[in-house]
């Protein structure tokens, strides 16, 4: 079994390219302007299959859209490729980005390089598995409850969800409306953490001036504060014990080689971060503006999808929507049926958000688990679908989160952890993330142990 499904590569466009790249370092390698102007020159990218790159297909794992071509750029392709990076092709994502597990009835499932009988995640999980198995240097994702963070973890590969509103949204497809704009993030996904920094820049264009990524980070002045577990969620899974070990190992090298001194809090209603994220998702915005409920958008170039009808044709093999969408579409019905509940959950969001701003403040990281566990097999998310809340409660609150891989455990599967400051301070993040790369190793080659 291979690692990646048949999605569309752009493979005798990118040598067509980068012969061109070439012409331009012969004829001009005395041009001093050159890495100004192209920070990316050459270098090989993949995009998210859910993002407009033009010429290839912009499905999300929806068989309604799989005749779609996209005819333009998404904003960030568009950056990417005027920065003088080559996009090889799109990488398969989760049915509609909305689920854990890369696998849809367009392109079929995703294998994680380090063993292929676990997932890669999701929604970006294409683009975890082919970073980590060396497919291209540096990947596009998108972010609204750990999209990037989740295959980045699964994949022992840096992923940067940004501060919201930094980076643009644009061209890609299921995109956020109402409330759910606050929540959405597009970022970057690379094996090495210098390139995070990199490609933050060039994807948020403008919008880079509301960050703080010229001002010099000193890492002895940073507060750090340590959270090994939600507060035990009887929604989630507990964290496993290798994934609390790599943590601790974190918090004692800061300790024992930066001379600083970890704080470790409990911040009660990290426990209802499932529960707060539903219903922020499913909020009204400040214009009072609906979300678009899930089961419109898988009826996307179709008819009307009745979630229950499509459960029963699931059980025939009659659907063509995954298991975990027709789920997705008949819990969003049940979040309707209780409005004051929600109000409360969103009320205890808000005042989450503000706990967390002020605990961090100017200064802070907040060390916290990816996941509760290391890659699942696949299937098994179904048993267990609200582990994603440890990274989905950072998208209702908006701060910045990096992923940070930490070596493999005594499985071979990736480890990690998840970096978090206030926002616009992602600065802070993306530095202790170099600093922990150097320490830990960083990317692993599959196969390589």
Request: glycine share 10%.
């Amino acid at each position: 079994p291979s690692i990646l499904p048949a999605v569309p590569c752009r493979f005798e466009e990118a040598l067509r390219e980068a012969r061109q790249v070439d012409q331009l370092l012969l004829e001009g390698p005395g041009d001093d302007h050159l890495e100004e102007k192209f920070p990316l020159l050459g270098v090989p990218i993949t995009v998210k299959e859910a993002f407009s790159l033009h010429g290839m297909p912009n499905t999300s794992g929806l068989v309604n859209r799989r005749n779609v071509i996209a005819t333009s750029d998404a904003t960030v392709v568009s950056r990417l490729k005027q920065a003088g990076a080559i996009p090889l092709g799109v990488t398969n994502c989760s049915e509609l980005c909305m689920w854990y597990e890369s696998s849809n009835k367009v392109y079929g499932r995703t294998n994680n390089p380090y063993d292929l009988q676990r997932i890669v995640g999701g929604s970006s999980g294409g683009e975890g598995g082919g970073l980590a198995a060396a497919c291209s240097v540096i990947g596009v994702g998108s972010d609204i409850g750990g999209s990037i963070r989740m295959p980045a973890f699964f994949n022992g590969v840096f992923g940067h969800k940004p501060t919201t509103g930094v980076v643009p949204n644009d061209g890609q497809f299921p995109n956020a409306q109402g409330a759910r704009t606050s929540f959405l993030c597009t970022g970057p996904m690379c094996r090495y953490a210098e390139d995070l920094e990199l490609m933050l820049r060039v994807m948020a264009g403008p919008g880079v001036n509301k960050l703080k990524l010229n001002e010099e980070v000193s890492l002895e002045k940073i507060k750090f504060h340590c959270m090994d577990h939600d507060g035990g969620s009887v929604f989630v899974s507990p964290v496993d014990k290798e994934i609390l070990q790599a943590q601790k190992k974190v918090v004692e090298h800061l300790e024992s080689e930066l001379g600083v001194q970890v704080q470790h809090v409990a911040i009660h209603k990290m426990k209802y971060s499932f529960q707060i994220w539903s219903a922020m998702m499913s909020s009204k915005d400040s214009d009072e503006e609906e979300v678009q409920w899930f089961s419109d958008l898988l009826a996307d170039h179709g008819k009307p999808v009745w979630p229950l009808w499509e459960l029963v044709k699931w059980l025939v093999g009659m659907s063509s929507h995954t298991l975990p969408a027709i789920a997705l579409g008949l819990t969003e019905k049940l979040m309707k049926l209780n409005p004051s509940g929600n109000a409360k959950l969103v009320s205890m969001g808000k005042s989450l958000q503000e706990e967390m701003e002020a605990l961090l403040g100017p200064d802070g990281v907040l060390l916290y688990p990816s996941h509760p566990t290391t890659a699942p097999r696949h299937h098994s998310p179904i048993c267990m679908p609200f582990n994603f809340a440890y990274t989905a409660i950072f998208n209702v609150l908006g701060l910045p989160v990096t992923q940070c891989p930490l070596g493999l455990s005594s499985e071979g599967l990736p480890l990690g952890i998840q970096l978090v400051a206030a926002s616009y301070n992602d600065h802070l993040t993306l530095a202790v993330a170099r600093y922990l790369e150097k320490a830990f190793g960083g990317w692993v080659l599959p196969g390589k142990v």
